[in-house]
């Protein structure tokens, strides 16, 4: 069985595999903390009331027929205040989830990740780090899929692989900043490739309505391929520790979201810091 992530096939239990999850660790802070780091990830399965979900997809599909839109862009704001979501982005659940994780309140970005992806669409390799790295290092993204996605419909894909290999990524291309830099985010179009020149492994799941999945800044992902006819409705929400300074682009009244058009190519600015030959050799291919 081959799925198809970004632009590649890759082979069911040998390049890709099953995430594991985390639902065990509830209520263990540090273990979750430390699950997260071993593994890039944490998959919840069930972690909002389901029906608070789908009421908020419903919601959002009447907004998308009123307004006449076929699709919606990650930084539509008026959507993304729609109550029936906010019940569910903002919720009390949430909130006290990661003051636990994080031993203390908890702050969200204003600013929410709201998006639909059509057939043929995909994310490509990124961290999200590059586009909002400005403030706090505990920033934690939550994925919610606002319905049950299935690999074919597009679902979230990690990579999982060695932690020496992943500290050269952050170390270059970890220190990107889209809008300083002037560059697109993705690093990569191709899973496939990333494995031959780092190897590990990448891992997806089915989710259904209710379930989430937390990642850091420093989690490569990307996402499975919607080959359906149906459209992929998710959205991006971030969590961070109330005490530390928050990136003043997805945060308050007056945030600026991006402020900069790509005008050079990922590979020709990482290829400077490149540090490893493993690291020139990928960033040759891009």
Not at 12 to 36: K, Y
Not at 122 to 128: E, R
Not at 138 to 159: F, I, M, N, S, Y
Request: some cysteine; hydrophobic content about 35%.
């Amino acid at each position: 069985m081959a799925v198809k992530v970004c632009k590649d096939e890759l082979v069911w239990g040998v390049e890709i595999d099953e995430m594991r999850i985390a639902n065990d660790l509830l209520g263990d802070p540090e273990a979750l903390r430390d699950r997260l780091e071993t593994d890039g990830y944490l998959l919840i399965r069930e972690f909002h009331p389901r029906d608070e979900v789908l009421a908020a997809r419903r919601a959002l599909l009447e907004a998308m027929e009123v307004n006449g839109l076929k699709s919606i862009s990650p930084h539509n704001r008026d959507l993304a205040r729609l109550p029936e979501l906010l019940r569910v982005l903002e919720s009390p659940r949430l909130f006290s989830f990661f003051k636990d994780y994080f031993g203390e309140e908890a702050l969200t970005f204003d600013e929410k990740w709201l998006r639909t992806v059509p057939n043929g669409g995909y994310t490509g390799l990124h961290f999200d780090t590059v586009y909002m790295g400005r403030g706090s290092n505990r920033l934690h993204t939550t994925w919610t899929p606002l319905g049950d996605l299935t690999k074919e419909l597009g679902t979230l894909a990690v990579w999982t692989g060695d932690a020496g290999e992943l500290a050269e990524l952050r170390r270059s291309y970890g220190a990107v900043d889209v809008d300083r830099d002037k560059v697109g985010g993705w690093l990569s179009h191709s899973p496939k490739g990333f494995l031959e020149t780092f190897g590990g492994r990448w891992v997806t799941t089915n989710v259904r309505a209710g379930d989430v999945i937390v990642i850091n800044m420093f989690t490569m992902h990307c996402s499975t391929t919607n080959v359906t006819d149906e459209l992929r409705m998710s959205c991006d929400i971030r969590f961070q520790p109330a005490s530390d300074s928050a990136d003043e682009r997805w945060y308050g009244e007056n945030r600026t979201g991006h402020y900069s058009t790509e005008e050079h190519s990922i590979g020709e600015l990482l290829q400077s810091s490149a540090r490893s030959g493993k690291m020139k050799t990928y960033l040759g291919t891009l």
